[in-house]
């Protein structure tokens, strides 16, 4: 168990009363708060930094592609190709955003958490593709009106005698195909593991589409276009290979990750003890999750996130998983003495988002873990109330250890366990449990219905909705 401070907890009370709305008497760090204001403006800065470097670099590579078609001909077919020229360029380099926005930058991802840039991704996704899609078409057209084909031929043409070009189109239908399956439905429909590989193809695909670039790709790639766009290529696939592939590597292996235990917290719930060397090393944050990859027997070949339940603490780190479906079903039978490979740690629901003077941390199943970690740091400068909800007393984890951590005047721990309608969480239930909340940051980890009606009822309580915070199971 990781030790928590003895006191006693609230447990909730089943009329509405308002007995625990009275304010609380701990006073709110100054300096602590001025630190982490002055973090987050310099996170900002960051973010800010990396958009003007985005629209600097852009900005270049069109003047460079204006450059080298203009003048524009003034046929049809010197437009459209001019046309297919810039929805190439323009195309391109939103593919190549999206992947930098999941290299894992670590600059970025403590500067906008990668639940951000996974929402920016999925936004930009379909706007890239429909422009290199566009791209084809456009430049089929232009070609088939010169030769006086039809698109069909030409198309045909094209990918049977200019070098890189058949590559390239099995490149596009890597990407069309990602995107297909990304699509929300489809998504839903399939194993994540399917998911992930079709996704794998997609570098392939770029790597593939880069080559016709350099062979055929024109004003794109001379003179400085070319040097631009090779070394664009390098620094994203560098990128990639270095945050996504070596550095967890070597990270893992330095700190010789292993499981320690596995303890059963609830019927459906187990925590991973994993020790190693030099873990605050790492860096984690309240809040933060790492990408684990178990190597053992049926787990080597997927990793999956799971928030920490326990900072670093005397070589030891803990994980608390709900078994939703193979993978996190698997782990409760994990030996003891498994190596343990880990990408991260990622995630920006850290303290670092608290701007009010007292938070209210909302907590179910498995949300329970990020919300964990944040109470000890909260607890220490602030106010804190915890609100765990579950349908049965046995489903609530870490119930133990949470009533440890109440202390009067500073942290109350509501546990809940019992059915909706006894525990509404609704704006008049989360009154009489923390009273208005137009002071208050409030943190919510748990299903998505969860997290929208806390959402709801914290806003009607007067909470600054930029306040609110969640952590998405589901990236
Ligand atoms: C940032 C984050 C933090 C999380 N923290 C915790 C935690 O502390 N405790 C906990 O119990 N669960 C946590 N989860 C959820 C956990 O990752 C999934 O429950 C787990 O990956 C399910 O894998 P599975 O193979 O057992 O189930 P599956 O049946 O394969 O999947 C069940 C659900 O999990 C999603 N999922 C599966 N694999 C991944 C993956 N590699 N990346 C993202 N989503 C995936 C699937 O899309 C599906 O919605 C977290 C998820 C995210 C995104």
Redesign the pocket.
Known sequence: MYPGNPATAVEPSRTRSRSNTEPYTAPHTASWAEGLAALRARQQRTANTALAAVGLVGGVALGLTFQAIWPLGSTLADLLWAASVLAAVVGTYGVLILLVLIARLPVLERAIGQDRLVVAHKRIAPWALSLVAAHVVLVVASYARTAVVSWWSELWSLNTTTPWILPATAGLAALVLAGLTSWRHARSRM??ETWWTIHLYTYLGIALAFAHQITAGGPFMTGWARALWVALYVATFGSILWFRVLVPLRRSWRHDLRVAAVVRETPDMVSVLVSGRNLRALGVQPGQ?FNWRFLHPGLRY??????L?GLPRQGMMR????A??????ALADVPVGTRVLVEGPY?ATTPVRVRGSRVVLVAAG?GI??IRTLVDTLGAHLPVDVIYRASNPQDLALAQELRGLARPNRVRVHLMAGSRTTYPLTADHLYSLVGPLSDADVFVCGPESLNQLVERSARELGADPDRIHH?????
Not at 302 to 307: G, L, V
Not at 324 to 329: I, M, N, Y
């Open positions: 194993r994540h999750f997927e990793a999956h996130p799971y928030s339940s994980l608390t998983v709900k939703l479906g193979d993978a996190s079903t995630g498995a873990a990020p952590e998405e199971f589901n990236l």
